[in-house]
């Protein structure tokens, strides 16, 4: 089944702020969505610990929190770092989803 073309989970554009820890989530150029994490050094390298993934009201039931964390995560894996998947959120994402996201944890 394909994406229909006004889907606002595929229209999410998603960058990577490093000095404020955070993944954003913006919709026509509007913050809509993030996901804070806290840099950690682990016994298997380098982590970024997940502690909080955020959507706002308007936005909420459109699929942005997982469009979110699934571009971050690959962004993640890019840079050859792990996941701690402290927030909820993201510990309930890995698990669903153990075959693309194993690796990382």
Do not use: I, K, W
């Amino acid at each position: 089944m394909s994406t229909p073309p006004n889907d606002p989970a595929a229209r999410l554009a998603v960058t990577h702020h490093e000095s404020a820890h955070r993944y954003e989530g913006r919709l026509d150029g509007e913050l809509v969505a993030l996901a804070d994490y806290v840099p950690q050094e682990t016994d298997r390298g380098t982590a970024l610990a997940f502690v909080h993934t955020e959507v706002v009201p308007e936005h909420q039931d459109e699929g942005l929190a997982s469009a979110l964390v699934d571009a971050a995560l690959q962004d993640v894996r890019e840079r050859g770092l792990r996941v701690v998947p402290a927030c909820s959120f993201v510990r309930l994402h890995v698990r669903r989803h153990p075959e693309r996201y194993a690796d990382l944890l």
